[in-house]
């Protein structure tokens, strides 16, 4: 099994509605991160979460909100999705000690259009 | 703040070449540098890392150097393969992101047989 877990891996939504992308580690990490993958303009950070009770917003936070729900579980929340927020979404965790220190380990990503 | 400036892209090369791909960074303090790896459907994952000045990072046949006095971490492999073929991410964390990481914005390989 993956060590981050994003679901679903794709998904086609309609502008104004709703979406929520998960994503759940099993590397025991308390630092989470959501990023947004656009052709040409590598990774952008959305929101990341140092741990359940402090959350941060990124470069580019507007338009989508998060919740940790535990340590292992970061979830991404598009509350009226927009076409321009079509794009290839990841979660990501970073170790913080030892060989891990700052390494982030990736999940497979979430293909996301908005129609 | 902090900033990764990768070549511009694409990459495409034919089997056995020989491969540079050009990173520099802006950072404050020490920051620990990255080259992340993306293959077709996936996600990122770590390629190699090299935490101080001097430090050569390797994996799979690719180095980079940590150059602090060019402010770079140029990723090298000296005989390409088709596998190869990928985005390739240059990366800083450290220095004032506090454990974020900063990316460039990706230079695209092909290799070709």
């Known amino acids: 099994d993956a060590d981050v877990t994003q679901t679903p891996r794709n998904r086609i939504t309609k502008t104004g509605k709703r979406i929520m992308l998960e994503c759940s580690q099993t590397?025991?990490?308390?630092?989470m991160y959501w990023y947004r993958q656009d052709p040409g303009l590598g990774l952008q950070l959305i929101y990341y979460?140092?741990?359940?009770?402090?959350?941060n917003k990124g470069e580019i936070s507007d338009g989508y909100s998060v919740s940790r729900q535990a340590q292992a579980k970061f979830s991404l929340s598009l509350e009226s999705a927009i076409p321009n927020q079509t794009a290839l979404y990841f979660c990501?965790?970073?170790?913080?000690?030892?060989?891990?220190?700052?390494?982030?380990?990736f999940g497979a990503g979430t293909r996301l259009s908005v129609l | 703040g902090d900033s990764v400036t990768q070549m511009e892209g694409p990459v495409t090369l034919s089997e056995e070449a020989f491969l540079t791909i050009n990173c520099t960074y802006t950072?404050?303090?020490?920051?620990?540098l990255f080259w992340y790896v993306q293959y077709p459907g996936e996600g990122l994952q770590l390629l190699l890392k090299?935490?101080?000045?001097?430090d050569k990072g390797s994996n799979k046949g690719f180095e980079a150097t940590y150059r602090k006095e060019t402010t770079s971490f140029h990723l090298e492999k000296g005989s390409v393969q088709v596998s190869d073929s990928a985005v390739y991410f240059c990366?800083?964390?450290?220095?004032?992101?506090?454990?974020?990481?900063?990316f460039g914005q990706g230079t695209i390989l092909t290799v070709h047989p």
């Open positions: 590397k025991g990490h308390d630092r």
């Open positions: 990501a965790t970073v170790g913080l000690a030892g060989e891990a220190k700052n390494i982030q380990y």
């Open positions: 090299a935490t101080k000045a001097d």
């Open positions: 979460s140092f741990d359940v009770k402090d959350i």
């Open positions: 990366a800083l964390a450290g220095g004032t992101s506090y454990g974020k990481l900063t």
């Open positions: 950072a404050t303090g020490y920051p620990s």
